[in-house]
């Protein structure tokens, strides 16, 4: 029965025939465990709890994991509520990259909710890329929570795609701190439909001297679809670098609101920002109608290379 | 029968004439030039010919084989062959090379990608796979804007002042572009006021202030652009180049 369902999340994010078993992974529908793979070095401590999964995520001390580690999330059910707590850490000089696929193929009426605490060690590396598929009609409330802490020396680096079928509702909140010569790096790219409410807030705090954050958000909302993004970072310490950069185009009746938000405490540290809300840039427009596509081909492919 | 005959053509922006009742022939399989001093209405033309939304009221007729396209929209006419080069190409964020170009390609394959980039100079590896954006200077944005029309096999190219912001080396690969595509029996029609541009059109229309002034082989249109529009200190001649050669506009 595990395997069937495995292979059903697979098949939803068109992993089905590439996937193999031996790649370090955490496969979860609903909020049942269906698989997990570990590699030397990468610990994975999942647990079903009655109202959701915790999963401990640990890389030790200096292990780089060399392969992506997979993390399908997937909600076969038409309605109900996965509740998914990661509490991730990688230990001073570990390396590890995620790829998380959050699925919600049958979607009719389904909350996913993410609540994070990651820990990123001195020198260490994370990268997480998140994909949501959602189907092309019903429901999903998206609710991701993080709180993030870089150690000195660390990278982090976390993006988040949703660019297929109906956002629904999607209320993004990370909040990432910042120890001296860390570096943070988030972005969103989401494409809105229909009524979908997507609503983000990133901030990162530069405590240390010498850190580094770029927030970086690329909507698109046609129809109905309203967007609202909070972006902040706030530099403390001398030698801190931020930039916000937000970008939305919106077509029909879409509606989209930035708020960069940028602080800076300390005379030795430089925060800039860029904010562009509009609808699709004519003379790009005129020039790929002027190659032979039609309006709405030209529109495809803009807003394509924006949320690329 | 000429492939495109525009007949007495005129548009006012905001209440001041651009082109004043402009007629002229464009033959097919030719390189013509449209030559004139800043301001002469040269962009406009090209912009009314490509149907561009900012330009479509405008008095008089265009005809494409003989048949009006007033009517028709941008890629409407683009479906018919007719495509335009901007003398400022756009950038498009996050667009990459190979899909700008293939989104024009009349021939849907990959390697039409490398073919047209190889053909303006730039070197498929290092170009195929990086945004049409602010990373390319202007002058690569020019060579692939151009790659894309190449891409595109079309039958009258109009291109807007074609050596504008490129180096020298890359305003070769664009005139051996232009070769191309008359080889290929494409039309081309450049706008221009470089004599430099002009030497590679086979016949040359001399416009000033939306009248047609003269047409004519080319030599005969230079001879007389270089002698009297160039020294000429009409308001229409705002441009650095001309000042240069004329000393100044009261030179």
């Known amino acids: 029965m595990a395997e069937e369902l495995v292979q059903e999340i697979l098949e939803s994010i068109n992993l089905h025939r590439s996937f193999d078993k031996n790649t370090p992974h955490v496969v979860i529908n609903a909020n049942q465990v269906l698989s997990s793979k570990v590699v030397e070095g990468l610990v994975i401590e999942p647990e079903e709890r009655p109202d959701g999964v915790l999963a401990r995520l640990r890389v ?53 909710l993410m609540e994070a605490d990651i820990r990123v060690g001195r020198n260490a590396k994370y990268s997480y890329f998140e994909r949501h598929w959602h189907s092309d009609e019903g429901l999903v409330k998206v ?22 079928g109906r956002v629904g509702i ?5 909040r990432t701190t910042c120890a001296a010569r860390s570096t943070a790096e988030m972005k969103a790219r989401i494409f809105g439909r229909q009524d979908d409410k997507i609503t983000i807030r990133e901030a990162a705090v530069l405590e240390g001297e010498d850190s580094r954050a770029v927030l970086t958000t690329h909507i698109a909302v046609k129809d109905q679809a309203v967007a609202d993004i909070n972006n902040e970072i706030i530099a403390k310490a001398a030698g ?22 940028v602080e800076v405490r300390n005379p030795k540290a430089h925060v800039t920002h860029e904010a562009a809300i509009g609808s699709v840039d004519s003379r790009q427009l005129q020039t790929l109608m002027a190659r032979g596509l039609s309006e709405e081909e030209a529109v495809d492919l803009i807003v394509e290379g924006l949320l690329s | ?69 007033k009517q028709l929209k941008v890629d409407e006419r683009a479906r018919l062959g007719i495509t335009l080069g901007w003398q400022e190409p756009a950038r498009f964020e996050g667009l990459k090379v190979s899909k700008f ?54 039958r009258l190219v109009l291109l807007d002042e074609p050596d504008s912001g490129v180096d020298i080396e890359a305003i070769e690969k664009i005139f051996a572009a232009i070769d191309y595509l008359k080889s290929e029996g494409a039309t081309v029609l450049l706008i221009t006021h470089s004599p430099k541009v002009l030497e590679k059109a086979d016949h040359a229309f001399l416009i000033c202030n939306g009248f047609l002034v003269d047409k004519g082989e080319k030599n005969k249109i230079l001879e007389y652009f270089s002698g009297k529009c160039l020294p000429c200190p009409h308001k229409n001649v705002p441009d650095l180049q001309v000042e240069v050669k004329t000393g100044g506009k009261n030179g």
């Open chain 1, 143 to 164: 609710v991701p929570v993080a709180r993030i802490s870089l150690a000195e020396g660390a990278r982090f680096s976390t993006e988040f795609e949703l660019l297929k």
């Open chain 1, 60 to 112: 030790l001390k200096g292990y780089k994991i060399k392969q992506p580690v997979h993390l399908c999330f997937g909600m076969l059910p038409e309605t109900g509520v996965q509740r998914i707590i990661l509490e991730v850490d990688i230990e001073d000089e570990a390396e590890v990259s995620f790829m998380a696929h959050c699925t919600f193929p049958n979607a009719v009426d389904i909350q996913h």
């Open chain 1, 170 to 174: 999607i209320d993004i909140d990370y």
């Open chain 2, 101 to 154: 170009i293939l989104a024009s390609a009349r021939k849907k394959d990959p390697a039409e990608v490398d073919r047209v980039l190889t053909l303006v100079g730039l070197e498929p590896e290092r170009y195929r796979n990086r945004a049409v954006d602010r990373t390319l200077s202007g002058g690569e944005r020019k060579r692939i804007e151009l790659a894309s029309i190449l891409a595109m096999k079309p």
């Open chain 1, 240 to 261: 801190a670098r931020g930039h916000v950069d937000c970008k939305e185009i919106i077509q029909g009746k879409g509606v989209a609101r930035a708020v960069p938000i």
């Open chain 2, 1 to 69: 029968m000429a492939l495109l005959e525009i007949k007495d053509l005129t548009l006012s922006v905001n209440s001041t004439p651009i082109l004043n009742g402009l007629s002229l022939e464009i033959w097919e399989g030719y390189v013509h030039a449209v030559v004139g001093p800043n301001g002469a209405g040269k962009s406009t033309l090209a912009n009314v010919i490509m149907g561009l939304p900012e330009y479509r009221n405008h008095g008089g007729d265009i005809l494409f084989e003989g048949r009006s396209i």
